[in-house]
T-cell receptor
């Protein structure tokens, strides 16, 4: 079965640089979610998209932006990176009306 | 706003024994989903078990079962016949059924150690 694909798996950036994380949801899933998980912490919700429109927003810094494209893949853009942005970033997708909620393997971002 | 609380930062169990992880939550909604996720050292989020709030029957998946007490807002996970591969971080999570607010809200996690 197809899964949620995230790329890249690992990313190393310097402070003040920009990073772009990509997420390809399961086909026919209409909602995409982004989470940030710092070391030793629980995942924190950042933002979600339903049918390419932003549907919910969590604790996402103003330096971050995200969008969902016509092919349903989503990108999380992070600018002016700080050391504290080092974390595991998860993407998940779901189909409205179902309890299914599938996580990708995550992108590990290290800011040095 | 909904909250999820896991009061046990760490738990340990001997192989083949049974262990119970605790989770409480707070919500004003009457219908929702509850989940237990496992996160091994690889940090992949793996669904262990789910419970629909409208179902009174406790969910069971092989060695994993839950004790869902809706009135008490409690959702504990029981792992029977513990195996070394069960060692991981376990997160309890709440999900609203309302569209556009259906993000997962996680507890702070319980680290489970399994001893041979």
């Amino acid at each position: 079965a197809a899964g949620v694909i995230q790329s890249p798996r690992h990313l190393i950036k310097e402070k003040r640089e920009t990073a772009t994380l990509k997420c390809y949801p399961i086909p026919r899933h209409d909602t995409v979610y982004w989470y940030q998980q710092g070391p030793g912490q629980d995942p924190q919700f950042l933002i979600s998209f339903y049918e390419k429109m932003q549907s919910d927003k969590g604790s996402i810094p103003d330096r971050f932006s995200a969008q969902q494209f016509s092919d349903y893949h989503s990108e999380l853009n992070m600018s002016s990176l700080e050391l504290g942005d080092s974390a595991l970033y998860f993407c998940a997708s779901s189909q409205t009306g179902t309890y299914g909620y599938t996580f990708g393997s995550g992108t590990r971002l290290t800011v040095v | 706003a909904q909250t999820v609380t896991q009061s046990q930062p760490e738990m340990s169990v001997q192989e083949a024994e049974t262990v119970t992880l605790s989770c409480t939550y707070d919500t004003s909604e009457s219908d929702y989903y509850l989940f237990w996720y496992k996160q091994p050292p690889s940090r992949q989020m793996i669904l262990v078990i789910r419970q629909e709030a409208y179902k009174q029957q406790n969910a069971t998946e092989n060695r994993f079962s839950v004790n869902f007490q809706k009135a008490a807002k409690s959702f504990s996970l029981k792992i029977s016949d513990s195996q070394l591969g069960d060692a991981a971080m376990y997160f309890c999570a709440y999900r609203s059924l309302h569209h556009n607010t259906d993000k997962l809200i996680f507890g702070t996690g319980t680290r489970l150690q399994v001893f041979p």
